[in-house]
């Protein structure tokens, strides 16, 4: 049986670059090793399946070529998008069903975004093991961090381990050691790395950024929603950016480079984030078919 597969790129910065997904808009009746397998033959770094739901406007899931995962930002906003250029759901509050629940989604003239829930953290000190082994994974000393910054576990639905860097050099240069990564993202229930720098490509933008899972298969990613919210959580609540609105690059520094920018709206009670949004605009690139 031949599947038809949406490659669409999301959080374009402009009208380029962005980080591809594949869509599969039709997925009711499929397996989850027909998923995963399909996955496996596109090849990118998550692939969507869109089937549907009694309590959202889709039931969405998500795989990358090793296994499913809960949430996946780039994929979410690609769908979404998708959807609304077919003209499939209109503009304003949806939602998406997923194997972690519901989330609410919001479409807004060429833009989607994905609903992620408040903050917690786990903060590292130094002298932890974990925070050293973090630098040795990314082959750096402790003086490359950023002022004021600690290496930080952050969960807005799913965990990554956010770390600053002073540089943006540094960052550019760095030389992940992927098996290293891998520990320690499974000891820490990790999607993976995401490492940042204030320094920015585009003037006004909030950080410049890079992603790497390889627990989930993916060395580097271009662009990663679930990951945007945590590193937006963690500038307002940890380093003191007092703004509401975030925009995050990804992807500059990637080789090579597929510039990414996302959008972080978070929400407020009484100064503690209550919810946030990530989003962007995403562009179909191509369609491919594949067998199962």
Same mark, same amino acid.
């Given at each position: 049986m031949q599947l038809e597969v949406q490659i669409v790129n999301a959080f374009i910065d402009g009208a380029r670059g962005g980080n591809p997904a594949g869509v599969v808009l039709? /997925?009711?009746g499929l397996t989850t090793e027909q998923k995963l397998a399909v996955a496996q033959q596109v090849g990118l770094s998550e692939t969507a399946f869109v089937s549907a739901s009694d309590? /959202?406007?889709i039931k969405l899931e998500f795989f990358t070529p090793t296994r499913q995962i809960a949430h996946c930002?780039? /994929?979410t906003i690609a769908t979404f998008s998708l959807l609304r250029q077919l003209k499939r759901v209109p503009a304003g509050q949806l939602s998406k069903e997923t194997i972690d629940g519901l989330r609410e989604i919001i479409v807004a003239d060429d833009q989607a975004f994905m609903q992620q829930v408040a903050p917690r953290y786990q903060q590292f000190e130094l002298s932890d093991s974990i925070a050293q082994q973090a630098l040795q994974s990314l082959n750096l000393g402790s003086d490359a961090l950023l002022s004021g910054s600690l290496p930080t576990l952050v969960n807005t639905g799913n965990s990554f381990l956010i770390i600053g860097l002073a540089s943006e050099q540094t960052l550019a240069e760095l030389q992940p050691n992927f098996v290293q990564i891998?520990?320690?993202?499974?000891q820490l229930d990790l999607i993976g790395y995401y490492v940042f720098t204030p320094a920015t490509k585009q003037a006004g933008r909030s950080a410049g950024t890079r992603m790497f899972a390889p627990r989930y298969g993916i060395r580097e990613e271009a662009g990663t929603g679930m990951a945007a919210g945590p590193l937006a959580c963690y500038l307002y609540d940890k380093l003191g950016l007092q703004q509401t609105n975030f925009l995050i690059e990804q992807g500059w520094l990637m080789q090579p480079a597929s510039p990414s920018v996302i959008e972080v709206q978070i929400k407020l009670a009484d100064g503690a984030i209550q919810s946030l949004l990530a989003g962007g605009q995403a562009k179909v690139m191509q369609t491919l078919e594949v067998e199962i």
């Open positions: 039709q /997925a009711d309590v /959202a406007t930002g780039h /994929a891998q520990h320690i993202s499974e």
